[in-house]
């Protein structure tokens, strides 16, 4: 077992802390009014990765170790998935949809929950890692699920299940190192959650702005 080196690297961590803040500086003010400043941050997350020096192997957008992973991952996630839908019919609060919509449904949630688990784990995790020295303990995976979880402000639900659902896939990642198979796991829980729990309990899963108007019908006005 390799010793932890000593001492922590502050500056990883003042990154993932300025990215994070930026993140929500666009959720919560810049997306109203210059929602093309994402690309920017994304780009500037891009380069990062060439500072450091990571390949996109390293990174997890790989093969290696898919097999092994989905082969752990695949049946706890089905057996979540008719959990869900069971429960979802028992208490009839499947959204209607066709059979079109829901493949365009699922397949959109795994593009998006690829581009989430690269956040999460490719970008936050790497930079806590960097920072904590040792990333296999349980200060980096709560760590990044807490941001994970914050993101999702003010959304109560999704914060929860982002929260336990980070935690879950950061320790998954720092086994396996693979985005793909948690891209596929957060795709079909997501669009199963989406499919069965009621907006008046997810709020049509919206953060952010989105949120505060849906249930709220208003916004800060220092913030528009």
């Given amino acids: 077992m390799n010793e932890p080196?000593?001492?922590?690297?502050?500056?990883?961590?003042?990154?993932?802390?300025?990215?994070?803040?930026?993140?929500?500086?666009?959720?919560?003010?810049?997306?109203l009014t210059h929602p093309w400043v994402a690309a920017a941050?994304?780009?500037?997350?891009?380069?990062?990765?060439?500072?450091?020096?990571?390949?996109?192997?390293?990174?997890?957008?790989?093969?290696?170790?898919?097999?092994?992973?989905?082969?752990?991952?695949?049946?706890?996630?089905?057996?979540?998935?008719?959990?869900?839908?069971?429960?979802?019919?028992?208490?009839?609060?499947?959204?209607?949809?066709?059979?079109?919509?829901?493949?365009?449904?699922?397949?959109?949630?795994?593009?998006?929950?690829?581009?989430?688990?690269?956040?999460?784990?490719?970008?936050?995790?790497?930079?806590?890692?960097?920072?904590q020295r040792q990333p296999h303990g349980h200060a980096v995976p709560l760590a990044a699920a807490a941001l994970f979880s914050l993101v999702h402000l003010p959304n109560w639900f999704l914060m929860a299940v982002t929260f336990a659902g980070g935690y879950v896939c950061v320790r998954l990642y720092l086994r396996y190192r693979n985005l793909y198979v948690l891209a596929l796991a957060h795709g079909v829980v997501g669009f199963c959650l989406f499919l069965v729990v009621p907006d008046s309990i997810g709020a049509h899963f919206l953060v952010g702005?989105?949120?505060?108007?849906?249930?709220?019908?208003?916004?800060?006005?220092?913030?528009l």
């Fill in 41 to 131: 941050v994304i780009g500037f997350v891009i380069s990062t990765h060439f500072v450091h020096g990571e390949s996109s192997r390293w990174l997890g957008f790989g093969w290696k170790n898919f097999r092994g992973a989905l082969l752990v991952v695949a049946p706890l996630v089905a057996l979540l998935a008719l959990v869900l839908m069971g429960a979802g019919f028992l208490f009839r609060t499947v959204r209607e949809t066709s059979v079109t919509q829901a493949a365009a449904g699922l397949a959109a949630y795994v593009l998006w929950g690829l581009f989430q688990q690269y956040l999460l784990n490719g970008y936050f995790v790497n930079r806590m890692a960097e920072f």
């Fill in 209 to 223: 702005p989105g949120y505060v108007l849906r249930m709220y019908g208003t916004y800060p006005e220092m913030l």
């Fill in 5 to 31: 080196k000593a001492g922590r690297d502050w500056k990883a961590l003042y990154e993932a802390l300025g990215v994070f803040l930026l993140i929500m500086l666009y959720i919560w003010w810049v997306r």
